[in-house]
Nanobody, 125 residues
Framework: QVQLVESGGGLVQAGGSLRLSCAAS????????MGWFRQAPGKEREFVAS????????AYADSVAGRFTVSRDNAKNTVYLQMNSLKPEDTAVYYC??????????????????WGQGTQVTVSS
């Protein structure tokens, strides 16, 4: 098992940046591929980005490609989401998730086995 705790959310103006972190407990972090999802009020939870076990392969939703970067540091049991050029439509609760499978682009939240509590990101216009 793995426990995930997100941090780094907050309020930022449009065009600004935030860096989210997801800290994992447990000894098996490197066996999990990781994903970031987000959910705005009244909307479905949507895929944002994912990264494979080694960190050598990444995938992004079209809506964030070129603006967001996902990375991981297995020595620190941490995955990151660097968010640049933020837009009001990026406002959501952001969740970190882990799965045992390794394919990089897995966008279905049902494929993920563990979830963090979420961190709020609010982008003002």
């Amino acid at each position: 098992q793995v426990q995930l705790v997100e941090s780094g959310g907050g309020l930022v103006q449009a065009g600004g940046s935030l860096r989210l972190s997801c800290a994992a407990s447990g000894r098996a972090f490197s066996t999990y591929a990781m994903g970031w999802f987000r959910q705005a009020p009244g909307k479905e939870r949507e895929f944002v980005a994912s990264i494979n076990r080694s960190g050598g392969s990444r995938a992004y939703a079209d809506s964030v490609a070129g603006r967001f970067t996902v990375s991981r540091d297995n020595a620190k049991n941490t995955v990151y989401l660097q968010m640049n050029s933020l837009k009001p439509e990026d406002t959501a609760v952001y969740y970190c998730a882990a799965r045992n499978s390794n394919p990089t682009r897995v966008t279905n939240d049902l494929e993920y086995d563990h979830w963090g509590q979420g961190t709020q990101v609010t982008v003002s216009s």
